[in-house]
């Protein structure tokens, strides 16, 4: 193996507490970790520091793995970016069933293929104004493609939760729960059991709803996020702390009401 792509198969990307990407490390004990895409472990990040934690039962003797691509691909694309990537084929048991790959492109072909390239053309905005045209963009696409996706298509997901972005950093708080609601579901299908994505999607739902008064359902979302988070990142992680703080304001609001 050339040092490049040494580097590119053994690197993780390293992420902040709402999981968005902020850079790349070597982790050498860790790259000796398989992949599988329905792992039994994930990796989550506090600063620089990872941190492994169990998803699932794990007998005496059983290996442990993570999985190296985003499992809300379709298989077609997971398995392409592995062999591009790190020069294997899966076949695990979710490759082989080609589980859940008819709801994730689910709806018309023509509709999907444009949010696609949509979503793969938003760069992170670095201004309001570049994150208002964001907002405008995806506005007009989740309207004219009404009742032509399912917001169960993956690619109509990355657009709610694009503009869910969007809206929460032009403070849009309403708007953002709007689209942000409309992902839990998804989010529940795609990433059942423990998975990190969906505690963090649940947390800043429940945050919005906190944001809006709707006290007892907040509640609810940021019980549903606790059971996810204590697990994926554990008691002592520093997003899980801030999770128990909006927790109990939520407990105290509704106790005075």
């Not at 398995?79 to 790959?101: A, G, I, P, S, T």
């Not at 309207?143 to 169960?152: A, I, M, R, V």
């Not at 529940?188 to 007892?216: D, E, I, T, W």
Request: some cysteine; proline content about 4%; charged content about 25%.
């Amino acid at each position: 193996f050339p040092l490049f792509l040494q580097v590119t198969c053994n690197c993780f990307t390293i992420s902040n507490g709402e999981m968005q990407d902020i850079g790349v490390g070597l982790y050498p004990s860790m790259s000796l970790l398989n992949h599988s895409c329905d792992p039994n472990c994930v990796i989550v990040f506090e600063g620089y520091q990872l941190l492994l934690h169990s998803v699932q039962e794990i007998q005496i003797g059983e290996e442990l793995t993570i999985s190296y691509v985003e499992s809300l691909m379709p298989t077609r694309e997971r398995q392409k970016q592995l062999v591009r990537q790190y020069c294997f084929e899966c076949d695990c048991l979710l490759c082989q069933n080609q589980e859940k790959d008819a709801e994730k492109l689910a709806g018309e072909d023509h509709a999907w293929k444009e949010v696609k390239d949509a979503v793969n053309e938003v760069r992170y905005p670095k201004s309001k104004e570049e994150w208002k045209h964001v907002l405008a963009r995806c506005q007009s696409l989740l309207s004219s493609n009404k009742g032509h996706l399912p917001d169960t298509n993956i690619y109509q997901l990355k657009m709610l939760d694009c503009a869910m972005d969007a809206c929460i950093n032009l403070e849009s708080w309403e708007e953002a729960l709007c689209y942000g609601s409309r992902t839990l579901e998804p989010y529940r299908l795609y990433y059942p059991g423990f998975h990190p994505l969906r505690a963090v999607q649940l947390m800043r739902v429940g945050k919005l709803q906190y944001s809006q008064g709707m006290f007892p359902q907040a509640l609810e979302t940021l019980k549903q996020a606790y059971n996810i988070m204590k697990v994926t990142h554990g008691t002592d992680h520093s997003l899980m702390k801030v999770l128990m703080e909006i927790k109990e304001e939520c407990e105290a609001m509704m106790r005075i009401q």
